[in-house]
């Protein structure tokens, strides 16, 4: 079975761009949440998106935002680009069942300068 | 508001000995617990997980081990090699009934182990 992928690997924006980063989960499951990993804040939950809809979300503010489409396939979005945006983002995929274990993908390095 | 401490920011252990690596939370919510691996430039790498109505779990040299009322777990490596040196995450998630936290899970801020040869 072929794991969860994450695309691009590596990005570079500058503040006030705007950047969409995917995730293809590993087939079968129907959940997607998204993390953003910094040195300072560690690993931090943004949303949860189950059978196309956002069932749960993180303490992040609106310009981060995401949806999933029909084949769990997900994006996420952030606008107007902050430098404190530049982080490992995360997406991990699950069945979506209670106490199911959420297997990651590589990451997206997003670099904002 | 840390609610899942993972409070030794480094672990370095001999090969062949047990490795030890705590976590604490605060949440009397959350009702089950994961240990991730990390190396850098990846994703975290599932290891073992454990609901609260158990108090250990194993998975060939991986042992997890939770303390409800110390809300307190640990994972037990056993014998450490050199290829399990990386990052460990503990995190934590709340299911129980009612709970709005679903596909979400709090991590630990992670323990660096290193084994030597």
């Known amino acids: 079975k072929a794991g969860v992928t994450q695309t691009p690997r590596y990005l570079i924006k500058t503040r006030g761009q705007q950047v969409t980063l995917s995730c293809s989960p590993i087939?079968?499951?129907?959940?997607v949440s998204w993390y953003q990993q910094t040195p300072g804040q560690g690993l931090q939950f943004l949303f949860e998106?189950?059978?196309?809809?956002?069932?749960n979300k993180g303490n992040f503010p609106g310009r981060f935002s995401g949806r999933q489409f029909s084949n769990s396939r997900s994006e996420m979005n952030v606008s107007t680009l902050e430098l404190g945006d530049s982080a490992l983002y995360l997406c991990?995929?699950?069945?979506?069942?209670?106490?199911?274990?959420?297997?990651f993908g590589p990451g997206t390095r997003l670099t904002v300068l | 508001d840390q609610q899942v401490k993972q409070n030794s920011p480094s672990l370095s252990v001999q090969e062949g000995r047990i490795s030890i690596l705590n976590c604490d939370y605060t949440?009397?919510?959350?009702?089950?617990f994961l240990w991730y691996k990390k190396y850098p430039a990846e994703g975290p790498t599932f290891l073992i997980s454990i609901s609260s109505i158990k108090d250990k779990n194993e998975d060939g040299r991986f042992t997890v081990f939770l303390n409800k009322s110390a809300k307190h777990l640990s994972l037990h490596i056993v014998p450490s090699q050199p290829g399990d040196s990386a990052v460990y995450f503990c995190a934590a998630s709340a299911y129980k009934a009612g709970g709005t936290s679903y596909g979400k899970l709090t991590f630990g801020q992670g323990t660096i182990l290193t084994v030597h040869p």
């Open positions: 087939s079968g499951h129907r959940s």
């Open positions: 998106y189950f059978s196309e809809t956002q069932r």
């Open positions: 991990a995929s699950s069945s979506g069942a209670r106490k199911n274990e959420q297997f």
């Open positions: 949440n009397s919510m959350f009702d089950y």
